[in-house]
């Protein structure tokens, strides 16, 4: 995908920033620009969100929405750290080479290198920012690397740092989690509230200055069992256990809206929320019955939710909006908000979604196709239809705003039905310049078994 050249601030951009920027060569003066808070839910699609039409109720990102702008169609990869190292990077699986699952932690390697990549962290803290990771990693191993946060662009970070090899209390992530905070690792009595408390207090404790919050949340992914909300009526049954925990994890994130209302930062901050892959639970949309997505090579395994509340940008909240994102165009919105400069030399494959959010007409500054791989498989889509590289071809949506064949009953990849040939041939185009799959991004990185 051609990279944008050059990240400019929008005029309604612009108006939101108030005072010019100013740099010293040895320190970087900022102005009132935006603060970035990045809210990623682990395992669980939009068919737990009451706003995207789930039976489940999930009041608090309800108001997200209510306050923001919906996102009717994002997508991300199927699985949890492919998802990530897409985020972080601003690339293609194919390209960064993490194409499956790999827990660092627990099975060895070398991680996400930071001599190879540069996170969008590192980039936005090099334009005056203060970074923060709070929740889970996974692609290093911080014992073996303690540096490894940092070197990645974070100057503080409150996480679980992934089930470690030989360190059988490190498994523990919800009661009893095992939690380290800028270096320091302790047993606490419930990880999420630890780790929650810490994404509020570092709101409060940067409120005079930009700052940047990268906030992979635990919940709502296994172990399943209770929360502090239901544990002296523990649930008996892992549909009910993650429902629980989907409750939770809605009230972690209202406590850190209203840290950021009441510190004042409302208006000056851009909160998004979302999720690393489909649902690990089957749920319901719009009243019917919808299917479990995680690890699923389809539209609902990789068809998360995405809500940005940003009142200075978002025209007019509580809309949702047909435009499309995928995650690799986290990276250039990020860098685009915070002023910073895109890296030199570094391939990145998204779009800044700043013209999106501040209701840009311009249709050639969106997205017109969206892309997502988990190992050999590659799947593209547009506002319509999805085609994938083993002769799958859908209607996901039928243009009206009506849902088409979401749950990809009916292949259409032989039809010569009106216009699928040259829809499907649009699509095919798009698979047909990707390169092929770059090499393991790390010795002892299993190839994908498909």
């Known amino acids: 995908m051609k990279r944008s050249t050059c990240i400019t601030l929008s005029l309604l951009l612009a108006s939101f920033l108030c005072t010019q920027e100013t740099r010293a060569s040895s320190n970087v003066q900022v102005s009132k620009r935006p603060n970035i808070i990045f809210v990623m839910v682990d395992d669980m699609g939009r068919d737990w969100i009451s706003c995207y039409g789930a039976k489940h109720q999930t009041p608090n990102i309800d108001r997200l929405a209510k306050e923001g702008l919906r996102y009717e169609t994002a997508w991300c990869n199927p699985i949890c750290t492919p998802t990530r190292v897409t985020l972080l990077t601003g690339q293609y699986a194919f390209r960064h080479g993490w194409t499956h699952h790999y827990d660092v932690a627990r099975k060895g390697g070398d991680g996400l290198k930071w001599t190879s990549f540069t996170t969008f962290a590192r980039v936005v803290r090099s334009a005056g920012y203060r970074t923060a990771i709070a929740g889970k990693w996974q692609i290093n191993n911080l014992r073996r690397q303690p540096d490894a946060l940092n070197q990645h662009g974070f100057d503080e970070h409150c996480v679980w740092p992934g089930a470690e090899q030989g360190f059988p209390e490190t ?45 992979p949340m635990l919940l709502t992914h296994g172990p399943f069992g209770a929360t502090p909300l239901n544990k002296d009526n523990p649930p008996q049954d892992k549909a009910t256990s993650y429902a629980g925990y989907v409750t939770y994890m809605d009230r972690l994130v209202g406590q850190l809206v209203d840290a950021v209302d009441k510190a004042g930062l409302k208006q000056n901050t851009v909160f998004i929320f979302t999720g690393d892959n489909g649902s690990s639970s ?43 994102v995928d995650f690799t165009d986290l990276y250039p919105t990020f860098v685009e908000l915070s002023g910073a400069k895109l890296p030199a030399n570094v391939p990145l494959d998204g779009k800044s979604l700043v013209p999106s959010i501040t209701g840009d007409d311009d249709p050639f500054k969106k997205r017109n196709w969206i892309y997502s791989q988990v190992g050999t498989f590659r799947m593209v889509r547009d506002w319509q239809y999805l085609l994938d590289n083993q002769e799958g071809f859908y209607l996901i949506s039928t243009g009206n705003g009506n849902a088409g064949d979401l749950l990809q009953t009916k292949n259409l990849f032989i039809s010569q039905e009106r216009v699928i040939p040259g829809r499907r041939a649009r699509l095919q185009k798009i698979l047909d310049r990707f390169p092929p799959n770059a090499g393991p991004p790390f010795d002892g990185f299993e190839p994908a078994k498909d």
């Open 282 to 324: 089957p749920g319901t949309l719009d009243g019917k019955p919808y299917k479990k997505g995680k690890g699923q090579k389809a539209d609902w395994g990789v068809h998360v939710p995405f809500i940005v509340r940003a009142p200075s940008l978002v025209p007019q909240p509580g809309l949702a909006t047909r435009d499309m």
């Open 171 to 215: 498994e523990e992530r919800y009661f009893k989690g095992y939690i380290m905070t800028n270096g320091r690792r302790e047993t606490v009595s419930y990880g999420p509230d630890t780790i929650n408390d810490f994404a509020c207090d570092f709101v409060r404790r940067h409120k005079d200055r930009p700052f940047l919050l990268y906030y």
